[in-house]
């Protein structure tokens, strides 16, 4: 893991989005979800990531 504690804010947001029945999870939409260029061990369900990048742009 990258990153132990994570920022209030994203912890904050994560709750509300959990609660409105959204997805959480990054990797779904991120342009590196897939094995050859993510190694991270998060994926592919990483709630929070510093390389996430939206897919589509
Ligand atoms: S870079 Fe981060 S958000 Fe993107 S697929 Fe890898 S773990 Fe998931």
Redesign the pocket.
Known sequence: MKSAKLPWRHRFSLRIKKALGKNIF??DS?K??WRGA?H?P???N?TW?P???KRGR
């Open positions: 990054l990797c991120c590196w979800n993510c991270d998060a994926r592919p990483a990531c390389d996430y990048e």
